[in-house]
């Protein structure tokens, strides 16, 4: 009986591809897996806003001393201050949402739907385009890749549409030493980013404690500010606000594609400690 591949000459290249093959197909169905399972136990999107909200006003009261009714007046008064950013969001979304409706637009966003065939090829497109849109202006890459990805989700055979979606998406001080210090500031922004999910607000809470801490235990200062960014940034992945846009458009919910992300976040964050660990000079 003859082996399924040859193990010689050209043979060897098949049973390289093969195994490769089957590994992404089994990554593939684990990243699926994955994903069904933390659903179950991720709440709705207005439920988690609703927690968030309650575990801020907690620690307000039992770790910074606040009086709970000094808590409700700092919910209140931080609503109002929050117009001007959510007349941008409202902006951005209607804006970008007639334009990729314009007859032009749809034309060209189905004629991009169709050219990869398969769900890695289309992964993988939408990544690229999505970073390229977001150089040009973040919002604009929200919008375009949430359009493209529904395309791509009716259009190729077998895509995972919830993964096409997912594509996109004090402590430290008494804790941290000299080889602790970068990994906790990086927990520490990703913390953070949960409650307060701007670049400028987490820099403003982390930064001056980081410095003075940085400065106290001898560490790289320029390091230490990659990791808050690092944090701030792959935190992104995890939080629920920057998903707003994308659940609207596709018409998904937080659960069906956090499982995803979550293996994106494990993954980023991985990658992250070893090259600060063994790249950095």
């Given at each position: 009986m003859k082996a399924p591949f040859p193990v010689a000459g050209g043979g060897e290249t098949q049973s390289v591809s093969y195994t490769s093959m089957m590994i992404r197909s089994k990554g593939f169905e684990f990243a699926r897996i994955l994903n069904s399972r933390v659903a179950y136990f991720v709440p709705h999107s207005f439920l988690f806003a609703i927690l968030l909200t309650f575990i801020a006003y907690f620690l307000g009261v039992f770790i910074t001393y606040q009086g709970p009714f000094d808590m409700v007046k700092f919910w209140v008064n931080g609503v109002w201050n929050l117009l001007p950013f959510s007349m941008q969001m409202v902006l951005m979304v209607a804006a970008g949402f007639r334009v990729a409706r314009a007859p032009v637009s749809q034309r060209i966003l189905r004629s991009m739907a169709v050219i990869f065939r398969t769900p890695r090829s289309a992964a993988m497109f939408l990544t690229a385009l999505t970073a390229f849109c977001s150089l040009l202006n973040w919002g604009l890459g929200i919008i375009a890749g949430a359009f493209l990805a529904r395309e791509m989700g009716r259009r190729i055979p077998r895509s995972d549409y919830a993964l096409l979606v997912a594509v996109f998406s004090g402590w430290v001080a008494s804790a941290a030493s000299p080889a602790t210090f970068l990994p906790?500031?990086?927990?520490?922004?990703?913390?953070?980013?949960?409650?307060?999910?701007?670049?400028?607000?987490?820099?403003?809470?982390?930064?001056?404690?980081?410095?003075?801490?940085?400065?106290?235990?001898?560490?790289?200062?320029?390091?230490?500010?990659?990791?808050?960014?690092?944090?701030?940034?792959?935190?992104?992945?995890?939080?629920?606000?920057?998903?707003?846009?994308?659940?609207?458009?596709?018409?998904?919910?937080?659960?069906?594609?956090?499982?995803?992300?979550?293996?994106?976040?494990?993954?980023?964050?991985m990658i992250w400690v070893l090259c600060f660990n063994f790249l950095a000079g």
């Open positions: 906790l500031v990086y927990s520490d922004a990703v913390i953070l980013n949960l409650f307060a999910p701007t670049s400028g607000a987490v820099w403003g809470i982390q930064a001056p404690l980081m410095v003075k801490t940085a400065e106290s235990l001898n560490a790289s200062l320029p390091r230490a500010i990659q990791a808050i960014s690092a944090g701030e940034t792959i935190g992104n992945v995890i939080h629920p606000f920057w998903t707003i846009l994308l659940m609207g458009i596709c018409g998904l919910s937080l659960r069906d594609i956090m499982g995803y992300c979550l293996m994106a976040f494990v993954i980023l964050s």
